[in-house]
């Protein structure tokens, strides 16, 4: 039997659907005018073109992958540059981000959502549907709008909240911001308050990536982590109290990492559905990218198969249906030099069994499922990064774009070790996966002082890497590890597991890193190929950060319109 996914609907689609419908009601109407009474309609007993609404309040959610004008969001973090110079994401690492000047601020396409979601769930009520439909619809648009707050608070602290409330155009929405513990309490309560009313994990096939109870689940627990976090527990930069009580709780409170475990909890209790995969091609990390429906996502966004990743991230002297492959993201050195041993060991532990002549033999499988480097296998040939090779040719005549650090990004592709073309793949951007809560679990356990328990969480993600167990089956984490190395293990192990999925530009922030990893230099490798190859780590750039980029400016257009909002600090 073929398989059917749900994929949000845009208005233009309803509208299609009006257009050849037989019912005189709608074909009365102007086909490019969709009011409430349309959408929400008394006669609709299915409710098709209230779902098709609600379908396009999930085309709110952010994209993933590229959608910093062509770049990923970690390119702003440290983990990569984009290959071409000048664009919207470096601009996070040359410190030129501003209130007017901001690649990713996410403010107006959160309140729209917010907005949708509040009209939606204002006139659910008038169409006839069936109960436990109408229990699925209100949830989701309550998960959604906790989605689009969230995206909010992590951007900017506390924003102002709107409740149910659909303003017009003659109220006053001048709302002032409410505080970070104010947003974190609306959105982990909401959370709470629907996951009951959500569907069963897994959904069903026709179903799969609406909003599940354990996606529900999963964004309480993010949203618990970066509340119990250093940045925001009582850790903020402002000198201006007012301004930090809006972007962090003033004073730190250690218990708030219980509220975590918690939340792992309450997740494991959903059931035994979610785990890791363990099995795939080339590895069973990587397959969890390209299988649409796999025991490890928890929610994404969903999007048609295409190829659209793998002609703009493969290396550029790859050729496939008469295009040329762009190779737009070039990791850096730094951030293959995180990947571990295959022993587990870190590169500059004694006894790693690292050679620098040798530098990708033996390492954790985790780096070949993410990144593209020197004698990679792809589409029949091996990759070529060397100086004035095929792929980093050094010469604009072939290629404007080219590799600035000797690697380009494989994680997300299909399998193309063999073959001449690419064929259309799932690229779903992983919103939430079963990782993400098993590392925020292990944080929290670690910070707790429960350091041991932690390891049991890390060992079971490094041995579906491939990791060698090791005698002591210990998966290169030493005995006795201390809290705060198991803590810089945890931060390591969370960059490489959950690598250009938007969480490192977060991590290193609520961490309270950022003015330590961003203002060290961005390294590649320079390689001249020969009988023996040589390799060269160089210098490539060295970011600028200051402490005001902990939190992101509210758009400059917005403090315009609203005198009762409170600019971040430093901006």
Known sequence: MKKKYFIP????????????????KYETQPKDWFTSSLTFDTLDKNGIVAGYDLNNIYNYVPDGFTRIDGDFLDDGAGDALPSRYNTQAENYLKGTVSAINNPDPYWANSYYGIRRANIFLANIDKVPLIAITRQYYKSEARFLRALFYWELLKRYGG???????IYSLDDNIQLPRKTFAETVDYIVNECTAIKDSMRTDPVSTSDWGR???GAAVALKCRVLLYAASPLFNGGGVETDPVKKALTGYLTADPTRWQKVVDAYNEFAALGTYYKLVTSG??????????????????????????????????????????????GMTSPVQ??????????????NEAGSGYTPATPYANRDPRLDATVFRHGSQWLGRTVKTAEDSLDKPNNFSIS??????????????GSFATGTAYSSQSHNFPLFRYDEIILNYAEALNELGQTENAVTQIKLLRSRAGITAGTNTRYGIKVGISQTEMRTLIQNERRIELAFEEHRFWD??????????????LTGMKINDGVTPTYQVINVMTPVFNNRMYHMPIPLDEINK???????EGW
Do not use: H
């Not at 404007?400 to 592709?413: A, D, E, N, V």
């Not at 922030?509 to 230099?521: E, G, N, S």
């Not at 609203?562 to 971040?568: A, G």
């Open 9 to 24: 609907i845009t208005i233009s689609a309803i509208v299609s659907l009006l257009v050849i419908s037989s019912c005189k």
């Open 159 to 165: 924003v102002p909240l709107l409740g149910n409330t």
């Open 211 to 213: 909003a599940s109870k």
């Open 281 to 326: 091609t080339p590895t069973a990390f990587a397959s969890v990218f390209i299988n649409k429906m796999n025991t490890e996502v928890i929610f994404t966004k969903q999007v048609a198969n295409g190829i659209g990743l793998e002609n703009s991230q493969s290396p550029v002297g790859y050729i496939a249906a008469n295009v040329r492959s762009q």
């Open 334 to 347: 730094n951030f293959v030099d995180a990947f571990p041993m295959l022993n587990g060991m870190g590169i």
């Open 400 to 413: 404007t774009i080219q590799t600035r650090t000797g690697y380009y990004l494989k994680k997300f592709l």
């Open 508 to 521: 290193i922030r609520r961490w309270k890193i950022a003015d330590q990893v961003l203002t060290t230099p």
């Open 562 to 568: 609203n005198p009762n909002l409170i600019q971040n």
